[in-house]
């Protein structure tokens, strides 16, 4: 038998130990190459160089906050992406059927604003089609977008809106309005951290009170810069475009 780089020339215990290395090595390869493959996230941008950003908004709470931001996107003709909560689309159906009128997109906030990241699988799986029973009933809009409660998540409850056919939503500039951290925080956070394929997460709660005092100068600001507006839909249609 031909000598492959003096192994059988080893003493056996140095063999022993070699083929112990090589068979880790190959094992420690084997699990690191299953732990991505099986890794599964939700979207937080989409890559491309065309100026474009999905501007979104999440609504679970109240009627005071929306109707002033869906009038500042009419009035300077942006199209943008809402994520409504289950619960409060039947409270403000007018509110949910103004939003698809105006003819923006309409995802899904889920049902509870839990943490799903605590439930099964399956318990997952029945908030996304309990709140997506909603919207259909409201708007007549089968949502394929969701964007979890307070953005959180885990791989099994990714797997769980997989299955539910829907496609998982972050975003890679926060606006922190939420916070309501001050009308220029918001505006320069925005301006300043925007970027081609970006996903802007906004709110338009009650709880947020300083978002539609932002909006305009957001807008203004993107719009000089040279951005476009999109749908969240619309900029997973440019994405895969450019992987062909």
């Not at 996230?41 to 491309?48: G, L, S």
Request: glycine letters at 4%; a positive charge; charged letters at 25%.
């Amino acid at each position: 038998m031909p000598k492959v780089f003096g192994f059988y020339e080893l003493p056996a215990r140095a063999k022993l130990i070699l083929i112990g290395i090589v068979a880790l090595v190959v094992l420690a390869s084997s699990v690191v190459y299953v732990q991505a493959y099986h890794r599964v996230k939700p979207i937080y941008e989409v890559p491309t160089d065309k100026k474009m950003v999905a501007l979104t908004f999440d609504i679970s709470w109240g009627n005071k906050t929306p109707m002033p931001v869906i009038e500042i996107l009419k009035e300077n003709k942006v199209k943008c992406t809402f994520f409504l909560s289950g619960p409060w689309v039947k409270q403000y159906p007018e509110i949910a059927q103004r939003i698809k009128k105006d003819g923006h997109e309409i995802g899904s906030h889920g049902y509870r604003h839990i943490n799903l990241s605590n439930l099964s699988k399956t318990e997952v799986k029945e908030e996304v089609m309990k709140a997506h029973k909603n919207i259909k009933e409201v708007t007549a809009v089968d949502a394929k977008l969701i964007r979890t409660p307070n953005g959180d998540y885990n791989e099994q409850v990714i797997e769980g809106i997989h299955e539910c056919n829907y496609e998982a939503i972050q975003w890679s500039t926060d606006s922190l309005d939420w916070m309501n951290p001050g009308i220029s925080t918001i505006i320069e956070r925005v301006s300043k951290r925007a970027h081609p394929g970006d996903i802007i997460l906004m709110h338009a709660s009650d709880t947020c009170k300083q978002t539609h005092e932002a909006l305009p100068a957001v807008i203004k600001n993107l719009k000089q810069q040279g951005y476009t507006f999109v749908t969240v839909s619309e900029l997973l249609k440019e994405a895969e475009k450019e992987k062909k």
